[in-house]
T-cell receptor, first 113, second 112 residues
Framework: RKEVEQDPGPFNVPEGATVAFNCTYSNSASQSFFWYRQDCRKEPKLLMS???SGNEDGRFTAQLNRASQYISLLIRDSKLSDSATYLC??????????????FGQGTILTVHP | DGGITQSPKYLFRKEGQNVTLSCEQN?????MYWYRQDPGQGLRLIYY???????QKGDIAEGYSVSREKKESFPLTVTSAQKNPTAFYLC???????????FGEGSRLTVL
């Protein structure tokens, strides 16, 4: 099993749709979780951190489910500009893994008119 | 991110040559990271450093070397031992309180 695994994309949705991505992680001791957005041929940029209680930033909502070891990202009212690759990142804590952040393989989202 | 500078942005080299990619930061962060990204793939960790004069191997360290002599600088050398060096290389720093990573704009290496 991969340390961090994302939904296989791509997701193609119309403008205004709601879309959700999941990301599972294997190490139950993981401490920190993030969602990044990456545009084509650019560097990843932080979209939002994921807190235990869940958090929302405008149209974006992130959730953490420790029992099932996954995080999710919900995008409401999709815009054309949301088209990108979404990467989940997990900090695998403990021992020599401290400080090692591992990325999922990414999920491609395309929002069409 | 404005405080992380990677150079060069594009680099072409012949097979068998060593290449050094620069990463400089003025954000005063201790932890720095090097990732590699191949087309259609996620990021894979090459090396990371939590403090000056210390660094750890990531998942794909073979064929690469790093140094961390100064807090601001974390150069990556792609050696001739790296079998498939053509890739997009990303340097990042980590904000310790939040754990968030911030990336430079990346360096695209093509080996001919």
């Amino acid at each position: 099993r991969k340390e961090v695994e994302q939904d296989p994309g791509p997701f193609n949705v119309p403008e205004g749709a709601t879309v959700a991505f999941n990301c599972t992680y294997s190490n139950s001791a993981s401490q920190s979780f993030f969602w990044y957005r990456q545009d084509c041929r650019k560097e990843p940029k932080l979209l939002m951190s994921v807190y235990s209680s869940g958090n929302e930033d405008g149209r974006f909502t992130a959730q953490l489910n420790r029992a099932s070891q996954y995080i999710s990202l919900l995008i409401r009212d999709s815009k054309l500009s949301d088209s990108a690759t979404y990467l989940c990142v997990v900090n695998l804590a403990g021992g020599t893994s401290y400080g090692k952040l591992t990325f999922g393989q990414g999920t491609i989202l395309t929002v069409h008119p | 991110d404005g405080g992380i500078t990677q150079s060069p942005k594009y680099l072409f080299r012949k097979e068998g040559q060593n290449v050094t990619l620069s990463c400089e930061q003025n954000l005063n962060h201790d932890a720095m990271y090097w990732y590699r990204q191949d087309p259609g793939q996620g990021l894979r960790l090459i090396y990371y450093s939590q403090i000056v004069n210390d660094f750890q191997k990531g998942d794909i360290a073979e064929g690469y070397s790093v140094s961390r002599e100064k807090k601001e600088s974390f150069p990556l050398t792609v050696t001739s031992a790296q079998k498939n060096p053509t890739a997009f290389y990303l340097c990042a720093v980590r904000d310790s309180p939040t754990g968030e990573l911030f990336f430079g704009e990346g360096s695209r290496l093509t080996v001919l």
